[in-house]
């Protein structure tokens, strides 16, 4: 922990010292111009944006005032197609799930390529040449501006401290010890409640496609985001084709059949399992690293006073792998349209976006203005104490990480609403173990997350021979509906209705995006 420490303060010396020289550099990007903005926003972000400090101090020092169409995530596909069907495009639109090369196909945005080389050598700074394949599409050009996090940890695995210690048995760590603890949980009344069948020894959100990740990696299967894809052997194939695959079903379909696996596994959502988390109901998860805190916390003023969710090491596998997925560094990105092109607006949104990827443009997303949000003190940028009143929610309250209009978060900006300025040894237990979850028990587990490739064929198909097809086959699986071998027959069925047009289209656009 003290090496840890020592590593944060000198990243915060590097930041201040960048700040105090100027570090990147970047000249007002506009006079007096208007860009409009159609992308999706979502809670905790306060609405309306262009009344925060951030938006009056961009409008002020780079002549540019934003004007925003926020959409809600839940139908923004349609209303995406809405818009083109209107014909009226804005400046800059939020691609969200709709996919960046279907709007390019129907002509709505534009390649940065070109305008990124003249005007946005702060951004490709910043992105990097090691994570310049993630950055492009699959026709091996570049579409979007994204946000961008440099900070891996935002999932752990944690399990209920206090049942094991009720149980008597240590933190696992083997795939073996896991299954001993399951087993442990599903066999007594750990919540105390006097009914022994109501606890879930390991429940895991579905988000879409997503479902039972966190058990796919303990497999040494290093899916996409999507859990469709992964990278086996420098082949981009479908985790389904993964020669472990087959063992990751009979072990998780077994699980199941134990009752240690949730039985609501397939259609659990983020929602259903924070109140899981929260009611005593849970042993064991993998999610974001906070709900670690919240969930202590809701647990104890809940009448339980020794309950603890501790975040703790990715299970080792059967074939002895952990792996966790790292957090995606790409955030909410976005797209220049034809529209703004032919206004002439390219340039100088190219031009702000490069000064937004300078160290002004980082210090105004993430700490805002001096002397309204934060003061210098020593050379450092420190928060006032009102923004960190309740950790990220007062600071996101005020308008800052404002992340649904995409930049990048300084690390030192994280930490100090974290920790609210406290020295980790006088944080509470729960707050040392979701810091805990992001810096330093999954350190040596994460790993580089694939792409989704969305070409064609992937934007034709997927309806059909992903999310209905394969992920169903998948779940009637685990839940022994069906046999392995049935699954394999199935799937290799769904081939001919698309999939391997998929496959054949992925593996392409991997060879040429990272030549």
């Known amino acids: ?43 905790p972000y306060p609405l309306p944006a262009e009344d925060s400090v951030i938006f009056k101090a961009i409008e002020k020092n780079q002549g540019i005032k934003f004007k925003f169409d926020w959409r809600q995530a839940t139908d923004y596909n349609t209303q995406i197609a809405t818009t083109l069907a209107g014909g009226k495009l804005p400046d800059l639109l939020n691609p969200g799930t709709y996919g960046t090369i279907p709007l390019k196909d129907e002509g709505a945005i534009i390649a940065l390529d070109d305008l990124l080389q003249k005007y946005g050598q702060n951004i490709l700074k910043a992105v990097g040449p090691d994570r310049m394949a993630h950055w492009r599409e699959a026709d091996g050009h570049i579409y979007t501006i994204a946000g961008i996090v440099d900070i891996p940890g935002s999932y752990s695995w944690m399990i209920r401290k206090d049942w094991l210690d009720k149980v008597n048995l240590k933190e696992p ?81 077994g699980l199941y059949k134990e009752g240690i696996l949730d039985r609501e596994f397939s259609t659990r959502s983020q929602a259903e399992l924070f109140t899981l988390m929260d009611s005593g109901l849970c042993g064991s998860t993998m999610t974001w690293a906070e709900r670690a805190s919240i969930s202590t916390t809701t647990n104890r003023q809940g009448g339980s006073p020794q309950a603890f969710w501790r975040t703790i090491a990715p299970p080792k596998g059967p074939f002895g792998d952990q792996n966790i997925q790292a957090r995606d560094w790409k955030q909410a990105g976005v797209s220049i349209t034809t529209a703004a092109e032919k206004a002439g607006k390219a340039e100088a949104i190219v031009r702000f976006y490069d000064y937004w990827f300078s160290d002004k443009g980082i210090e105004l997303y993430s700490y805002g203005v001096e002397g309204q949000t934060f003061d210098y003190v ?3 940028p420190v928060l006032r104490p009102e923004l960190l009143a309740e950790s990220f929610v007062s600071y996101r309250t005020a308008g800052l990480q404002y992340a649904p209009f995409n930049g990048i978060w300084a690390e030192d900006a994280y930490m100090q609403c974290l920790t609210r300025g406290v020295p980790y040894n006088q944080l509470a237990d729960q707050v040392k173990s979701f810091y805990d979850g992001l810096f330093t028990i999954n350190n040596d587990y994460f790993f580089d997350v694939p792409d989704t490739l969305k070409t064609e ?59």
């Not at 010292?17 to 007096?32: E, K, P």
């Open 173 to 253: 760590a083997t795939w073996d010890e896991w299954v001993t603890v399951w087993r442990a949980f599903r066999d007594n009344d750990m919540n105390g409640d006097g009914d022994k069948s109501n606890e879930i020894p390991v429940a895991l959100d579905k988000d879409g496609e997503r479902s039972l990740a966190a058990l796919l990696w303990a497999f040494g299967i290093r899916s996409s985001v999507d859990t469709q894809f992964c990278v086996y052997n420098n082949r981009y194939i479908p985790v389904y084709e993964h020669p472990r695959y087959p063992d990751f079903l009979k072990a998780v379909a």
């Open 1 to 43: 922990m003290k090496k840890m420490i020592s590593v944060l303060v000198l990243l915060s010396i590097a930041v201040t010292a960048s700040w105090a020289t100027g570090g990147r550099q970047s000249t007002a990007a506009g006079s007096g111009q208007e860009i409009s903005i159609m992308a999706t926003h979502w809670a």
């Open 378 to 380: 020593n050379g450092k």
């Open 457 to 515: 064929a992937y934007n034709r198909y997927r309806a059909d021979v992903i999310t209905g097809g394969v992920c169903v086959l998948r779940d009637r699986c685990i839940a022994g509906q069906i046999t392995v071998d049935e699954f394999t027959r199935q799937y290799q069925g769904l081939k001919t209705r698309g999939f391997q047009q998929i496959i054949d289209q992925g593996a392409a656009a991997y060879a040429v995006i990272n030549k």
